[in-house]
């Protein structure tokens, strides 16, 4: 069974700081995902230079199989150490995995990461280093499928401090609120927002800290072909449905031309559904074989608003679509099901689209706007035109 790797973040500001403390550096070469999530001391410009300084060398040098000891001495010397205090300016965690779910993270002075297990949260084997006088923690990974890996800031287990909370919220709470509220559907990116959205809420709108979650998942490949618009040469058409239903995994349609292409080719019809679950997007329709079918431009010019918006690391809702309206159903097979994403994208014009402002080089704009933010979630994409 082929396997990828999730990945997702959620960043609070601290109240009346622009910029953020903290920083998520994430790269992936197709087999292997390295995330490092670096949290600056203090907050504001500094801290968050220092942190993007300690991610971003992190996740080069560790990306790039250099040993954990060399990469902690780089970032050691590299970093100053405050004169009062006497600890660094930047703590950080690093997770290394490949497909497989084997990997490494190494772990210095943040708060413990969550290993969610079969249902449950627990701690991982932590192994004590000392490099250059520093001790940092090394846990061997071996996920299973649906497993995960919550990371986070300090922010996180101060939340509440002073406010709902008189020491804020421990650790324990946190794997308790982890137990209760993580569900299987859940993609990396939603239990991020999960917790950090319980993090503002114990801060009351107005967080004392910076605070950022990370999650990482090993989930089930997905491949999802999805066909918008007609080819330029009709006799292209065949081509492109055959196409369409070669690739394995789920498959969609965007666009009413386009739809009675691929019910034609099958030997069927488009069966739309007339009831308005929103109305401000047209309605959908069942072609036999299809998993979902839509209206093209204006459903895609919506879900373009949801892709968006699932990827604000400062948005907090909720990372899931169970409206029936058609751009929901295209978030949910896109966001939350799909690992890999293969548009196979017609170029003919439109004649319905006559004297509207709809053109062929917006379709083309809305889809590689899309096929942008896809990647930002992780996805594997290619775009066919025809």
Not at 166 to 173: A, D, L, M, V, Y
Not at 250 to 264: D, E, L
Request: aromatic fraction near 6%; proline fraction near 3%; charge should be negative.
């Amino acid at each position: 069974m082929s396997l990828d790797i999730e990945y997702g973040f959620t960043s609070l500001n601290k109240a009346g700081e622009e910029l953020c403390g903290d920083n998520v550096q994430i790269y992936s070469d197709g087999e292997n995902t390295t995330v490092v999530l670096a949290d600056g001391m203090g907050s504001g410009v500094k801290a968050n230079i220092l942190s993007m300084l300690t991610s971003k060398i992190l996740c080069t040098m560790v990306a790039n199989e250099i040993s954990i000891e060399d990469c902690v001495e780089t970032i050691l010397e590299t970093l100053p150490v405050c004169k009062v205090r006497g600890v660094a300016y930047a703590t950080f965690t690093v997770v290394h995995i490949d497909s497989n779910g084997r990997g490494v993270m190494f772990e210095f002075d943040n708060p413990p990461a969550i290993y969610y297990h079969r249902g449950r949260c627990g701690d991982f084997e932590r192994q004590e280093l000392t490099v250059l006088g520093k001790k940092v923690y090394k846990s061997n990974l071996n996920l299973e499928e649906g497993d995960l890996i919550v990371f986070m800031s300090d922010g996180v287990i101060h939340a509440g401090i002073g406010m709902l909370l008189n020491f804020g919220w421990q650790r324990p709470e946190v794997m308790d609120f982890l137990n209760k509220s993580v569900t299987p559907r859940m993609t990396a990116k939603a239990v991020a927002c999960l917790l950090a959205g319980a993090c503002n809420d114990l801060y009351m709108d107005k967080p004392g800290d910076d605070t950022t979650v990370a999650a990482v998942k090993l989930r089930k490949s997905l491949n999802v072909a999805i066909m918008v618009g007609a080819p330029v040469n009709k006799d292209m058409d065949d081509y492109c449905v055959e196409k369409l239903m070669s690739y394995e995994g789920k498959k969609a349609v965007c666009g009413g031309t386009t739809s009675q292409i691929v019910a034609r080719h099958l030997g069927t019809k488009v069966d739309t559904v007339l009831d308005f679950v929103d109305k401000d997007i047209p309605p959908i329709g069942h072609i036999d074989g299809i998993d979902v079918t839509t209206e093209g431009v204006i459903t895609l010019r919506r879900l373009l608003e949801l892709a968006e918006k699932y990827n604000s690391t400062s948005d907090l809702s909720p990372k899931y679509y169970d409206k029936k309206d058609g751009a929901s159903l295209l978030a949910n097979l896109l966001f939350e099901q799909a690992t890999s994403v293969h548009f196979l994208v017609g170029q003919s014009a439109n004649i319905a689209h006559k004297g509207l402002p709809i053109d062929i080089t917006m379709k083309l704009k809305l889809v590689e706007r899309l096929a942008d933010n896809l990647r930002r979630m992780g996805k594997r994409v290619e775009i066919e035109y025809n």
